[in-house]
């Protein structure tokens, strides 16, 4: 069955580098794009980066754009996400979702940014 | 950048109820809009796509809809399952935007 497992989050102080992972199964990876989508606490949800099924296209939301970069390796059926200079609005749990509609979510990654 | 409005932002409702939840795009968008629901501490699950197309899986009492540039979710009646907030997301143009949320609660 489809499955995406975010890995690499938790405490940064601001300014600081932080990279997520994402491992996916279940599907052929290398044939899909693949989303990164943020959630603060109790707030709403927040699109953040995609990166296209061969890795030749990437594209970011304006918060983000700059700081983080999205990148994947098909081999290793990977989907990262480098995030540096963090601030305290990054703090968000951050979910990998597969496809252009995201009809697969993992279970997310709590990232928090506090000094 | 395309800006997605819902409304409401908070819905009570009874179990058996027909509910809507409306969502405007500040542009035009294709009819790629999808609707998802979350439940606390869970990730959102996709219900419909392409606006009226329903996910696999997802029970028929969920239906889409739209007109130019207003898109609708209906539940035709509602079950205790279906409390959850309730999100729409263009993806016609990037950044992919979500709407704000409508939080579906059990009257």
């Known amino acids: 069955q489809v499955q995406l497992v975010e890995s690499g989050g938790g405490v940064v102080q601001p300014g600081r580098s932080l990279r997520l992972s994402c491992a996916a199964s279940?599907?052929?990876?290398?044939?899909?794009?693949i989303h990164w989508v943020r959630q603060a606490p109790g707030k709403g949800l927040e699109w953040v980066a995609i990166?296209?099924?061969?890795?030749?296209?990437?594209h970011y939301a304006d918060s983000v754009k700059g700081r983080f970069t999205i990148s994947r390796d098909n081999s290793k059926n990977t989907l990262y996400l480098q995030m540096n200079s963090l601030r305290a609005e990054d703090t968000a749990v951050y979910y990998c979702?597969?496809?252009?509609?995201?009809?697969?979510w993992g279970q997310g990654t709590l990232v928090t940014v506090s000094s | 950048d395309i800006k997605m409005t819902q409304s409401p932002s908070t819905l009570s409702a009874f179990v058996g109820d027909r509910v809507t939840i409306t969502c405007r795009a500040s542009q035009g968008i294709s009819s790629m809009l999808a609707w998802y629901h979350q439940k606390p501490g869970r990730a959102p699950k996709l219900l419909i796509y392409r606006a009226s197309s329903l996910e696999s899986g997802v029970p028929s009492r969920f239906s889409g809809s739209e007109s130019g540039t207003e898109f609708t979710l209906t539940i035709s009646s509602l079950q205790p399952d279906d409390f959850a907030t309730y999100y729409c997301q263009q993806y016609n143009t990037y950044p992919h935007s979500f709407g704000q949320g409508t939080k579906l609660e059990i009257k």
């Open positions: 990166i296209s099924h061969d890795g030749s296209s990437q």
């Open positions: 979702a597969r496809g252009i509609y995201s009809d697969y």
């Open positions: 279940g599907f052929t990876f290398s044939t899909y794009g």
